[in-house]
């Protein structure tokens, strides 16, 4: 864990950041307010950075690598709610305005960079950042507004389906996945998929 300051790569973090979806809102001075409360780590495959049920929150912004959400109920089976890669946000915002407990987990399904900062820090600095916040809770309901629409399509379209959805909607992601999370994040078995592919109906 370290700060953007201290870091050997800073001026790489600093352009990433700068790309950020929401980030890239800030002139150089509101960044410069900003940089002193994130703190950049790195990942490997399957590290958790969120556990689900907890109320001690951050906010993320992904610099390398891909993050995915996954709800995980009482018999331990898992549902994958969205991947996340570089330039994307990941959040838990609406639960801490909720006051309820994170309804997922976040985990890296690739080697990955975040930066990251509390959740109450972050709220404090949209305060008084209005074009930010803006952007910021736009994100969050577009991301909220694809999970609801991804969860309809797995019981709307067919397998092909699903995967044509996906290749349409997350083109930058389909090869880079391991086969193994799309499947799961489409309601199929590894097999299934690999069967689609050599059928050529993907």
Request: proline fraction near 4%.
């Amino acid at each position: 864990m370290t700060l953007i300051a201290n870091h050997p790569e800073r001026n790489i973090i600093r352009v990433q950041l700068k790309q950020n979806v929401v980030l890239k809102e800030l002139r150089d001075s509101e960044m410069a307010a900003l940089e002193p409360y994130l703190t950049i780590t790195n990942h490997q495959k399957g590290d958790l950075l969120l556990n689900q049920g907890v109320y001690e929150m951050e906010q993320y912004f992904i610099l390398d690598g891909i993050l995915k959400r996954q709800v995980t109920n009482h018999e331990a089976k898992e549902m994958i709610l969205r991947f996340s890669s570089e330039r994307d946000i990941e959040t838990s915002y609406a639960a801490w305005r909720l006051k309820t407990p994170t309804p997922y987990s976040i985990v890296c399904v690739t080697k990955a960079r975040v930066a990251s900062m509390p959740l109450t820090q972050w709220v404090d600095f949209l305060q008084s950042h209005s074009l930010v916040k803006e952007a910021f809770e736009f994100e969050v309901m577009s991301l909220m507004s694809g999970i609801m629409a991804h969860t309809i399509t797995l019981h709307l379209l067919d397998a092909p389906g699903r995967v044509h959805r996906f290749m349409r909607k997350q083109p930058e992601l389909f090869e880079r996945l391991p086969k193994k999370e799309l499947a799961a994040y489409l309601n199929l078995s590894p097999e299934t998929l690999s069967r689609l592919k050599h059928q050529g109906k993907i």
